[in-house]
């Protein structure tokens, strides 16, 4: 996996349109938009790991025999990454730029990303 993966709008409705042909009744419909998703996952530098969102699981650490339970940044990064489509362009631009981000956020990133956060969790 290449990190958190972000796709803007414009690709996960391409892929939306896509994924959404594997249900034709077809078998040549559903092999042709089976291999045209993949070359479109491939061709942004994706692999179906990156694209598809799975819940994160607690990481357990042997070294300390307990589970993580305070999510860090980029847990948070990851949940509001999945809801982009719900957010306005100067969140988007946001998520994008911390996106690559090393390190610790700033607190003032954090705040706003705590703020982004929770604003979706109350949609």
Same mark, same amino acid.
């Given at each position: 996996m290449t990190g958190r993966a972000m796709l803007n709008p414009h690709s996960v409705d391409r892929l #939306?349109? %896509?994924?959404?042909?594997? *249900?034709?009744?077809?078998?040549?419909?559903?092999?042709?938009?089976?291999?045209?998703?993949?070359?479109?996952? #491939?061709? %942004?530098?994706?692999?179906? *790991?990156?694209?598809?969102?799975?819940?994160?699981?607690?990481?357990?650490?042997?070294?300390?025999r307990s589970w993580r339970a305070e999510p860090d940044w980029r847990d948070l990064l990851a949940f509001?990454?999945?809801?982009?489509?719900?957010?306005?362009i100067r969140e988007r631009e946001f998520l994008r730029s911390i996106a690559q981000w090393r390190g610790n956020l700033t607190e003032r990133q954090h705040q706003w990303l705590e703020a982004i956060a929770d604003k979706l969790r109350s949609i």
């Open positions: #939306r349109k %896509l994924c959404g042909m594997l *249900g034709s009744q077809h078998d040549g419909e559903r092999a042709t938009a089976a291999a045209k998703a993949d070359a479109f996952v #491939r061709s %942004l530098g994706l692999s179906w *790991g990156d694209v598809i969102g799975v819940p994160i699981v607690p990481e357990y650490s042997p070294r300390i509001c990454a999945s809801r982009m489509n719900c957010l306005n």
